[in-house]
């Protein structure tokens, strides 16, 4: 469960899809978490404009969305160079 949090906060930080396991369906989807509060997360699905709440623990598994190969080193700025 601590590294679907990871996962989930990942997706949080910095704005980019986390593909989740979800137990009702048990099927993958990608995600793009708005707001994680306690045990609650809100998310995205694609092509969808309202977000959904859900515990955590509905969640059976999270990794990262195809594409993404974790490196969060892009997200961060680059040190500019005075000329």
């Given at each position: 469960?601590?590294?679907?949090?990871?996962?989930?906060q990942?997706?949080?930080?910095?704005?980019?899809?986390?593909?989740?396991?979800?137990a009702?369906?048990?099927?993958?989807?990608?995600?793009?978490?708005?707001?994680?509060?306690?045990?609650?997360?809100?998310?995205?699905?694609?092509?969808?404009?309202?977000?959904?709440?859900?515990?955590?623990?509905?969640?059976?598994?999270?990794?990262?969305?195809?594409?993404d190969?974790?490196?969060?080193?892009?997200?961060?700025?680059?040190?500019?160079?005075?000329?």
């Amino acid at each position: 469960m601590r590294m679907v949090r990871r996962f989930l906060q990942y997706s949080l930080d910095h704005q980019c899809p986390v593909k989740a396991l979800f137990a009702d369906t048990m099927k993958f989807q990608n995600i793009r978490v708005t707001s994680i509060d306690g045990d609650q997360v809100s998310f995205l699905r694609p092509g969808r404009k309202k977000p959904i709440t859900m515990n955590i623990e509905e969640i059976l598994s999270a990794s990262y969305a195809r594409g993404d190969d974790g490196d969060t080193l892009k997200y961060a700025e680059s040190p500019k160079e005075d000329l």
